[in-house]
């Protein structure tokens, strides 16, 4: 808008006010000021005029420029949705490389788009590869016993957790964009399998069924998490926030290393629940079933791993030390309970595994039966959690090394991932937090450090299998606790605390939800809590009376900004939220009640009576219906009481849907300004030349 | 904080960078900078200094003065928990007229907060009372037929409407705080009773049941709406937003005339369901039962009762037309069927109807048993429904005449007249809209025009029931669809979709959801899709880049304001909502792509090279953890790129948590402004200063 117009809308205001125009009678085309500008040379024969009335300010304050508030650029509804939904969908705009290439360079670019391989394969070399080899072999002396330890605990038979360490992890290197993930089982998705599957069947008693559910369930987790990245509604996971996870993670800590006990006292029967108090129960229930042995034996190795654990925290250059431990501790005690075999009775062992690749588990799947929606609800929530642990390795590994993982590829590969596994002998894979980071330490620079563990799990699938059969289950559960121990974050607790009450509510939350309620039903109320403080912030938002800063155009919070003064006859608010139909009517009633407090504090002070409310309103960034309409209300009950109201500085959309609702019109020229300041200075000064 | 220390800080940085003073040994004490200004003493003695630095700078820009962004007072979590729950539950402050009074003061002013009557009778004269009597007996004749009428459409025995017409008006009389409400009851909740109920029992199986269903579905819904009150959830109501009321209402509407199909084409047997689609096939499915006369007569009933209407709407002095009509069918039909009553077998009446007082029905309240449940989601259901009738209509005509109605109060009044009316054989009551209206209208002044028209449902009851004996059916649903019809407010829908597509879509979704699916759900649905709207917005949040207006301290959009222009190696940016687990991952993923997308254009546009991104915090109105680790994350990004990130006007809460997570520290003197234009300023001096 050219310097003239805000000159002449100016010189326009002065003469109607001193004309004494009633501001109603030429409201009519105010909305427009913004757009058109037409309207200006109906007055700038003014000009000389708006001289004349600066000047004559001028004794008074300094002249000054008034600037109209534009509406936003005119769009059309179907514009408006494309842009909403693009910054739904495509907030990154993916496609932004494609721009201006030739169709050739186009073909290249999708293939390295959808199969990342591409992209870092043709750069690939000998001095990159033997990184891989080093920290794939480190990688794999950790997947084996954990492959086999988690697969224990979704309550399946060992080898699944080694077959799920094979084919997941060749799939993930082609499709997936993270160079440190390492894939294969994880603690968290194995635990909430086992207890949602295990509710509904048991696998002593019907193993084929159990079986097909999980392969059914990890089909539909992986279904959903591929249909998350197609749709790009990637956006879903965030809403189990860190917070969340926190609470989330210990709980499921405690709960995993409460199911140990099992393996680590020999217990031979045990309760199938999962929740603290029966299995603590069950424990104590069937003390006589405790083997000294095994205990002994047991608490050694976790001693020996959890010191290791320390020392590679310590040093992360001996990140090997931890990343050896277990298979080392698994080939010692598997020698150790083989020597001894004829009189150790009371220690369980995992017993034979068959040789062989994964066999096809396709024929397996479950598509039809009174199970269908056990394995649709297990398939979700284990395709939500595991997801979540992906994504959050990617990218905190992404960021260490200062490259950028897409989540929504990333949730596609995982997905394709899981739904191959789920066709041969594989249950819920995605990449591990221990994993990766030991992955990270021994210095991986490609996916191609997965190709190269799944080839070691290829070995021992077809080679080294009989060698487990003496594997104690006490060292299993040493290893699974050592894995989870580090997941049981009270640090970051109580930072929550520190920093943000509510968060920290919601972390307990999931927290008990999980220990004592059930796995599934403790995320559901987090995530409740944490949608819940959203809706509060919007429903209570925070009103703040601003304050002039003395020789600045700055206007602050009065109780926050010692400097901040009032403006007399005055009373400027600044409402800190949109305006929604779920704080509309608390709006109203807290800006009346800021009016009459004000007012009050007026006669207390016998200061100027109350003559103006400004509504800052920058942070309104949105309005409805309702808050229009709440606004109108405003307006007309401060004409009641003769009270001027103008809004300060209103955003785009805000001012678009007061023009369209026609409450622009009421408010007139002098109810719209781009400032708190300037709509300060115009108004006393049209006061001071009204007689 | 005093002028000295402003200038004093200035000094500091421009000392601490003149002599390059890494920020980062400096900033320990930062945070404090707002706090406490003792650190100021130290660095006082530079002023000179100062000056010279300024002057030095004067040629380039004029001399400017910085100012510290202060930390919100401090205050202990007690105190932020104390003061988040008073203006989360007592934001009007309803105690504040009870402040430095006397005791005896007190005790008055308590009696007159909990009953209203004590407020408004001592100044009651003849004057009022005699508008009061007017108006009474207006909705009186309007009530009569409408009670009954509504008492089918809850499926319940006419009588039931009467008795429901009697003991809340009185109740509410003493209670509410409008003055213009006419109580009694509702068609939606009538309809919403009657869907509920019907779907569990049918009265035409077990009457007995039934009532005490509908008893106890009141009883409810009293309790729900007086411990709403008590508990001052009165916000719960408020998620019913207007937009979704709008299609509700519409929704409710079309299903309850076409419930009256069967009183209006005297059907006999009629479906018990609700939605559109069985209602209709079972009329045409019972083409043989349509009676002509019915018919006929039903017509000319409707059309008059139609026109009337239409005069009244149009001449609001002419509102006793429209009120004095549904009565006067009443007795028009009722005597043209009791004189052709020996041939007229096609044409159904009311029948037989109890003289009498309500009889105490305490005794038929259904508290265990296989149908509480059902009573128990009725009774909230309903209970929601007609508060929010309630209080919607009494807010309108409150700021018709410019007075407050309290929601909370008005809640326990609605509520404590249900709990009494289910003790008493009434069903669900409140104010309603056409009632009130008229009430209005005839010039009511206060609560006896309540008392009046029970005195006149009394006499009624006592008196005048056999009259009703050959009332036909017809008239009431003809009475029904007249009041009804005027729910359907396609204008405002109208208007929604002009102005707010998401609001129109949720008006839609309650529209179709009740007319086809159930009315509940389509509630629910309703308002399932306003909070995910609310989430939306806060998932995906606007940002905007912003320029400098020239000559001004104003910054605003760039693609909104064409005098705004970029400030060159500046990437000025304004974030539109709070930060929270919800969006930080978007905003993150924005943020670096509005960074790419601008270095582009410099290349594009061999502009200066990018040094510095300042994000304007001024609409950022919270933050969680997981939003604070996001500004880290982003920071830490941005420095590996050496781009420096500033902050310009963090709101309070969100500076203490920045400060409380130690993120203020990693930014530093010179990571924190007030406003834009001094970051930009003090910034671009900075590198000037810098060799």
Redesign the interface.
């Known amino acids: 808008?050219s310097f003239l117009q805000k000159k002449t809308k100016k010189t326009f205001k002065k003469i109607s006010s001193s004309l004494l125009i009633a501001p109603l009678q030429i409201t009519k085309d105010t909305p427009e000021m913004g757009v058109n500008s037409n309207r200006v040379e109906d007055y700038s024969s003014h000009e000389s005029t708006m001289i004349r009335i600066s000047t004559e300010l001028a004794a008074s304050q300094p002249p000054f420029?008034i600037?109209s508030v534009?509406?936003?650029?005119k769009k059309t509804?179907l514009q408006k949705?494309k842009h909403r939904l693009s910054?739904?969908f495509f907030?990154?705009?993916p496609l932004?490389r494609f721009k201006n290439q030739r169709w050739c360079q186009k073909l290249v670019l999708a293939l390295q788009f959808f199969f990342p391989i591409f992209h870092w394969g043709p750069d690939y070399n000998l001095k990159l590869f033997r990184s891989d080899i080093i920290s794939g072999l480190t990688i794999a002396s950790l997947a084996i016993p954990q492959g086999i330890s988690y697969a224990k605990l979704a309550n399946l038979p060992p080898i699944i957790g080694l077959y799920s360490s094979f084919v997941p992890p060749l799939i993930y290197s082609v499709l997936g964009s993270s160079r440190h993930l390492a894939v294969g089982p994880v603690s968290i998705a194995s635990l909430v399998m086992g207890s949602m599957l295990g509710e509904a069947v048991s696998y002593s008693q019907d193993p084929t069924l159990y079986l097909q559910l999980a392969f059914t369930a990890t089909f539909f987790a992986g279904l959903f998490q591929a249909s998350l990245g197609l749709l790009r509604l990637g956006?879903i996971i965030?809403?189990?926030?860190?917070?969340?996870l926190i609470g989330f993670m210990a709980g499921a800590a405690v709960i995993v290393s409460l199911q140990q006990l099992k393996g680590f006292l020999g217990i031979v029967h045990f309760t199938g629940k999962m929740q603290m108090i029966p299995v603590l129960s069950s424990v104590f229930n069937h003390k006589e079933e405790w083997s000294w042995q095994t205990v002994v034996m047991g608490f050694g190795f976790l001693v020996f791993l959890l010191i290791t654990r320390h020392i590679s925290m310590r040093k992360p250059k001996l990140f090997w030390v931890s990343a050896a431990a277990p298979l080392t501790s698994v080939i010692l005690s598997t020698l150790f309970v083989f020597c001894i075999k004829s009189k150790a009775h009371g220690i369980s062992v995992i017993g034979h595994l068959p040789k062989g690749l994964n066999p096809p588990s396709s024929n397996m799947l479950y598509f039809n039966g009174p199970f269908l929606m056990v394995a649709l609800k297990t398939g979700i929530v284990t395709g939500i959690l595991s997801l979540t642990e992906g994504i959050a390795v990617g990218r905190t590994f992404a960021?260490l090394k200062?490259y950028q993982v897409d989540?929504n590829k990333e949730m596609m590969a995982i997905g394709l991932m899981n739904m191959a596994g789920s066709c041969t002998s594989c249950f819920v894979t995605t990449g591990s937090f221990s994993r990766s980071a030991v992955n990270y330490n021994a210095g991986a620079k490609s996916a191609v450090s997965n190709i190269v563990m799944a080839s070691a799990v290829l070995v021992t699938l077809l080679f080294l299998m009989p060698l487990f059969h003496y594997t104690p289950n006490f060292i299993l559960a040493a290893i699974i606790i050592t894995a989870v121990i580090g997941l049981i974050d009270y640090q970051s607790a109580l930072?929550?605390w520190?920093?943000?009450?509510?968060?920290f509510l919601a972390c307990m939350c999931s927290f008990f939800g999980v220990l004592f309620i059930s796995v599934p039903l403790g995320l559901a109320i987090a995530v409740g809590v944490?949608?819940f403080?959203?809706?509060?912030?919007?429903?209570?938002?925070?009103t703040l009376v601003l304050g002039n800063?003395a020789g600045?155009?700055?206007y602050?919070?009065l109780?926050?900004?010692?400097?901040a003064s009032r403006v007399s006859s005055f009373l400027i608010l600044a409402v800190?939220?949109?305006i929604?139909?779920?704080?509309?009517?608390?709006l109203l009633?807290?800006i009346l009640?800021w009016i009459?407090e004000e007012e009050e504090w007026i006669k207390a002070n016998n200061g100027n009576t109350l003559k103006c409310i400004i509504l800052d309103m920058?942070?309104v960034?949105?309005i409805?219906?309702?808050g229009?309409?709440m606004v109108r209300?405003l307006r007309?009950?401060l004409e009641?009481r003769s009270l001027q109201l103008v809004l300060a500085n209103p955003?785009?959309?805000v001012v678009e849907?007061l023009h369209?609702?026609k409450v622009l019109e009421s408010f007139g020229l002098n109810g719209l300004y781009?400032?708190v300041e300037e709509a300060v200075a115009d108004i006393s000064s049209t006061w001071k030349a009204q007689p």
């Open positions: 808008m420029e600037h534009c509406l936003p650029p509804t949705l910054e739904i907030p990154d705009d932004h956006f965030d809403f189990l926030s860190k917070a969340t960021s200062n989540g930072q929550l520190k920093v943000d009450k509510l968060d944490s949608v403080k959203i809706l509060l912030h919007v429903t209570r938002p925070n800063i600045t155009p700055i602050q919070s109780n926050r900004y010692r400097e800190e939220a949109p929604y139909f779920a704080n509309s009517t608390y009633e807290r009640r009459r920058t942070a960034t949105a409805d219906t309702s229009i309409d209300e007309k009950i009641k955003v785009g959309s849907k369209q609702s781009l400032t």
